[in-house]
Structures are given as structure tokens and as C-alpha cells.
């Protein structure tokens, strides 16, 4: 018995209680009947449908409405789809959209009725929400600027839209994983994607002279990802990852849903281990790691305006933390025809790009509406600012989030405004770190403290020193279990020594 086979029957002697249910039926027999499901009404949701089977396609029951995942792979829309999510926002979903650092899109406030018309309609433009929920390989993220930026060596758009056709809407692989499976590929020279942060990550590199990428695998909230020591080309891209994919589906655990991620299962039978079973099943010995090229944080921290390699500009909108509508998406679609290509990219830390703009039409551009309202965020507190939903939209959340971090750079920046640098500030309105707290340069993750009065009361443990570069390093904790009211006093603190000390 291999040591894959052994820590597979001594985890799964018992099925966890989503297991059960996806054994129910086919997630494609709930998609097929999808205009049924909206004609009947929340009375006659299956609990199945609403706990499970409907997140395979994106959509996750709020109770009284539904909230969206739309799969945008590597961030990348055209200018007809970001007219149509717009659209979408403001006829279905109170014209409110979410950016999120999987470099996708959330629409919230969906009527049960109109679920199956809003995933037609997308879909009429090319958009899926496939895959985007529970236990499937989820959207993936690369360079925002990837094919524009100076620094980038691969363009990985092909590699991406190849692992789609294999994966996305294929109904051999949605639902089947033990959990979910993040995965991210970056062609360039910065960490523009937190990529040593998900299940699987290809990492430029260059091995005797051939750029790929190094093989990082098994990440997780609070824990970067393990060099796999393995080099593959940018054709042995698709046969590692459906090996890779095949090898989880096979001996990945399915008893405890908290212990269940890629993560475990390393760290039960070994990377080299896992690897090797990679190996045979990809039929092929893939090389050992080459050289990592990876060596800094994105080139666009910090900054509006980014020079790319074909002479036009990027312009990078700042949307103070993910917080959009479709009424201002549909403005800026706009606004990228007329001043760029059309098309649009979505960011990690969840800003948006528009791109391929003539140098000569900047200022012009800077100076319509829709830029304006959102140029009074370029400081260095938003720039670069992540923050998860809280409260409000998620069961999960302990904190608001969303807002708390909002009022937090404002107050920052009447505080101590800071012209020329950057700082990275991500927030997590619970433990689960959606807001990737953990890799922040400061970072909040939410919780419950108490006033100088004993009164119970939103507060954050606080962390600091993450980084993002070559390497990832998890942060911290500086302060735990702050009520935010103080807390804000002392990041203006470490703030005032930062501006002391900074280094151009």
C-alpha cells in the first residue's frame, strides 16, 4: 500500500455530511432544471439545491435573495461583458457589485425568479458562473497587466483559457474534488497576485535558458505554499495541473471539511510523495525547479498611471474595498472604449485597470465623471487596501469590514497624509482571512473586544509585517483584540514612523 493509499483509508473511514449530499445527485440535474427551481419559488427549494448544488453554478442563498460568483478567468473582461455585468447589476441585483480578490465578480440582492435569466444572460456574452462554489477547481488569477506590462515574460491567457476548456463547464469535474481548489499562474517578474497563496501555483521561472514555471502547491489561510521542485514548460502546463486535479479527486480527504484542503493531505504523506503520483499519472518526468524570476511586489503598487510595454498607459481606478455598482460599470466600460481598447482588467487587491490608453489622453480621461469620483481614493491608504465582506452580506463575518476599513484609511489620511509611498492594509472580517489579512503589511482580522466600560463591542487583532515578493511570509500579531475605535490610533502611530523612516 503506498503512503497515498494509507493516509487516504486512515482519514476517510467516515464521510462528511456535504459528501452525503453530493452523492444525492448530479449538481448538472439541478443546473438543468434551474428556470424550474426560479419558477418555484423559495417554498419549493430543495435544501439540497440551496445548501449545495446551486453554489456549483455560482449562486449561494442569502435567505431572502441570492448572492452570484461570476467566473472572470485571470481577471480579463471585454468591453461587451463588462457592459452586460453592468446591466445585469442594475436590472437584477439593486445595481450593487462586489470585487473580490479572486479577481472576479459578486453580484448580491439576486430574486429567486430571476436567477435563471441572469445566468442566460451572461452567458450570451461568454460569461460562466460555473465552478465558482463549494468543491471545485475555482477562478483563476494571474498578472491584472498580464501581455501588457513591461515585466512580463509569459503571457498566460492561452495557458488559462486551455485549463478552462479541460475543467469549466465540464461536468466530469464539477462537484468532485474533496474541497475547493484555488490556482493561480503568473508570467511576470512581481507578485502581482499573492501567487505563493493558493492550491497550485506556477511561478515564472527559467530553467537552462527555457522560461515556465516552478510548481508551488498546498496553501491555505495563514500558510504559504511548498516548492514542489518541479519545472514545467508552458506546454506541460495542462498535463501537470489535470494530473494534479485527477491525484486530489483520488486520495484527497472527505471527512472533516476544516481539515479536507490540498494542505492536509502534503502534510500527511509529503510533497515528493505527492509528486511523484503526479508524475505517473501525467505519464511524464517532469523537470526539477529552475530558477524562480519572481523577485518583487506588483510594479503598480502605489501608483495610477502605468507605462506598458506597447507605449499606451493603464489606468488604475481605485474602488475602495471592492465596494462598485453597475451603473458605474457601465460608465467606465464606456470610458474604456472611448479612451482605450474597451477592455478591462480586475485586480487581486480589487481595483480595476482600463487599459491600452494613449499617454496624450490621460488628463482628459482623469477628468470625466466617473474617474473623478473615484480618483479622491488615490492615496496611499486605498491603493493598495483588501477587505472581505463583512457583516451585512457574509454569516461568517464578526465585524462590518467593508466599512470599518473604509472609515479607517480616511481617517489615516486627514491624519497623516502621506504623498510618495505605499502600505499595504488587508482586512478579514473573521478568522477564515478572505481579506488576506495574513500577507498584509498591516493587517485586521475582525473579532469582539471590549470598551473601556465592559462593553462588548466590533474590535481586530492586528498584525503586521507580511510581504508578498520573492517569497511570501505570513505576518504577525502585533495587538490582539483591539475595539477598533482604538485601534485606529495606534496604526496612526506606526504610521507617523513609517512616514519618519520611509526609504524612496
Keep these: 500500500m503506498s503512503i497515498l493509499e494509507s493516509a487516504f483509508e486512515k482519514r476517510n473511514k467516515k464521510q462528511n455530511k456535504v459528501e452525503k449530499v453530493k452523492s444525492l445527485k448530479s449538481p448538472m440535474d439541478s443546473y438543468t432544471k434551474l428556470e424550474e427551481i426560479a419558477k418555484g419559488g423559495y417554498e419549493n427549494l430543495t435544501k439540497e439545491d440551496s445548501s449545495y448544488f446551486l453554489k456549483c453554478f455560482g449562486l449561494f442563498d442569502k435567505g431572502e435573495d441570492f448572492m452570484l460568483r461570476v467566473r472572470i478567468p485571470i481577471g480579463q473582461l471585454n468591453n461587451e461583458q463588462a457592459m452586460r455585468i453592468g446591466e445585469v447589476a442594475q436590472k437584477y ?89 484555488n490556482t493561480g499562474i503568473l508570467g511576470s517578474l512581481s507578485n502581482s497576485c499573492n501567487i505563493f497563496g493558493h492550491d497550485c501555483c506556477f511561478v515564472l521561472a527559467n530553467s537552462n535558458g527555457e522560461f515556465g514555471f516552478n510548481v508551488y502547491l498546498g496553501a491555505r489561510v495563514g500558510v504559504q505554499s511548498k516548492d514542489a521542485n518541479i519545472f514545467v514548460s508552458v506546454d506541460e502546463v495542462s498535463d501537470f495541473y489535470m494530473a494534479l486535479l485527477e491525484t486530489f479527486k483520488t486520495y484527497g480527504y472527505r471527512d472533516n471539511r476544516n481539515k479536507n484542503r490540498l494542505h492536509f493531505l502534503l502534510q500527511d504523506v509529503g510533497v515528493e510523495a505527492f509528486v511523484d503520483e503526479i508524475k505517473r499519472r501525467a505519464g511524464k518526468d517532469f523537470s526539477p525547479a529552475g530558477q524562480t524570476l519572481v523577485q518583487s511586489q506588483n510594479i503598480a503598487l502605489g501608483s495610477n498611471r502605468v507605462l506598458l510595454k506597447n507605449g499606451k498607459y493603464a489606468y488604475k481606478v481605485i474602488v475602495p474595498s471592492g465596494i462598485f455598482s453597475g451603473s458605474d460599470m457601465i460608465e467606465l466600460a464606456s470610458r474604456a472604449k472611448g479612451f482605450g481598447s474597451g477592455n478591462i482588467r480586475l485586480t487581486y487587491d480589487q481595483n480595476i485597470f482600463i487599459v491600452d490608453i494613449d499617454k ?60 510618495s509611498g505605499m502600505v499595504r492594509m488587508n482586512w478579514s472580517a473573521c478568522p477564515k482571512g478572505c481579506g488576506v489579512h495574513g500577507i498584509a503589511d498591516i493587517g485586521f482580522e475582525g473579532c469582539k473586544a471590549k470598551d473601556d466600560e465592559g462593553n462588548r463591542v466590533d474590535g481586530v487583532h492586528i498584525f503586521i509585517g507580511g510581504k508578498i515578493t520573492r517569497v511570501a511570509k505570513e505576518a504577525r500579531v502585533l495587538h490582539k483584540t483591539l475595539p477598533i475605535t482604538e485601534a485606529k490610533y495606534h496604526i496612526k502611530y506606526l504610521l507617523q514612523t513609517y512616514a519618519q523612516y520611509k526609504q524612496r
Design 360 to 419: 496624450s489622453a490621460l488628463d482628459a480621461l482623469e477628468s470625466t465623471t466617473i474617474i473623478s469620483k473615484y480618483k479622491a481614493f488615490n492615496n496611499i491608504y486605498f491603493n493598495d487596501m483588501i477587505a472581505c465582506a463583512g457583516t451585512k452580506t457574509c454569516s461568517f463575518g464578526v465585524i462590518p469590514n467593508k466599512p470599518d476599513a473604509i472609515e479607517m484609511a480616511h481617517f489615516l489620511n486627514s491624519e497623516i497624509a502621506i504623498e
Design 93 to 181: 441585483g439593486n445595481d450593487y457589485i462586489d470585487l473580490t480578490t479572486r479577481m472576479q465578480i459578486e453580484l448580491r440582492y439576486l430574486q429567486i425568479e430571476n436567477i435563471a435569466k441572469v445566468l442566460s444572460e451572461l452567458k450570451e456574452v461568454g460569461i460562466s458562473t460555473f465552478q465558482t462554489g463549494v468543491d471545485n477547481p475555482r477562478n483563476t488569477v494571474a498578472d491584472p497587466l498580464d501581455g501588457l506590462a513591461f515585466d512580463n515574460i509569459i503571457n498566460v491567457k492561452a495557458i488559462v483559457e486551455r485549463l478552462q476548456s479541460l475543467v469549466i463547464e465540464n461536468p466530469e469535474w464539477i462537484s468532485v474534488l474533496p474541497r475547493k481548489f
